[in-house]
Every structure is written in structure tokens, then in C-alpha cells.
């Protein structure tokens, strides 16, 4: 055990007790100071260089999931509507194929009237 008064005894980290340090205006808890600073400045680099990798990463994976999701609605979407067209057009399923067709080149068509036209 050491006295309390020894000069060989050393501080913890952020306590007050212990041996006054060599230069006197550091305080006995530079050490603590220190790594705080460095730990701000770790997290400040961090935080600009891979803040923003992290949200594009994010967002890529989002929209592939978001994609992924919309092909498999479409999917099921497309074959329900030619199941349902079977069904109310006599079982006959290329009466549904036939009628499916005709909508879509319709909407096409609507679509294909009302496109911009780039000036020359």
C-alpha cells in the first residue's frame, strides 16, 4: 500500500486527486482531454467521409428492393388480368390475350400522340 501524500502515486483519468502535473496549466486530466479531442476528430472525419457513403448505399439498396417488389407486382398483376379476362370471356384465353393487347397498343397509342415534340 502507498501513503497518501506519496508522490509516486498517479491520478485516474478525470479525478482531481493526485500529483500536480509538470507544466501546471494542463491540469492533471490532459490525458482525458486528449482523448476526447481526438475521439471529436475521429468522428467529425467519419461523419463527412462515410455519412454520405452510408446514404448512398442506403438508397441503393432501397431501390433495388423498391424495383425488385415492382416486378414481381407486375408480374402478378399481369397474370390475374389475363386470368380474370379468361374468365369473363368464355374461357377462351386468347380472346384475353387478344383483348389485353388491343387496350395496351390503345394506351400506346394515347400515349404516343400526346410525347413532346423537340422543335428543330
Known amino acids: 500500500m502507498t501513503a497518501p501524500g506519496d508522490p509516486h502515486t498517479r491520478a485516474l483519468p478525470g479525478t482531481t486527486d493526485g500529483p500536480p502535473s509538470a507544466s501546471g496549466s494542463d491540469g492533471p486530466d490532459w490525458p482525458v482531454e486528449a482523448t476526447r479531442s481526438i475521439v471529436k476528430a475521429v468522428d ?29 407486382l407486375t408480374i402478378v398483376l ?22 389485353l393487347s388491343v387496350l395496351l397498343f390503345v394506351g400506346g397509342l394515347v400515349c404516343w400522340s400526346r410525347r413532346a415534340t423537340v422543335p428543330d
Open 44 to 72: 467529425t472525419v467519419r461523419d463527412k467521409t462515410s455519412g454520405p457513403a452510408i446514404t448512398a448505399v442506403a438508397a441503393m439498396v432501397y431501390g433495388i428492393v423498391a424495383l425488385t417488389a415492382l416486378t414481381v
Open 78 to 99: 399481369t397474370a390475374a388480368t389475363i386470368r380474370g379476362l379468361e374468365l369473363l370471356l368464355w374461357r377462351k384465353v386468347w380472346l384475353a390475350y387478344l383483348v
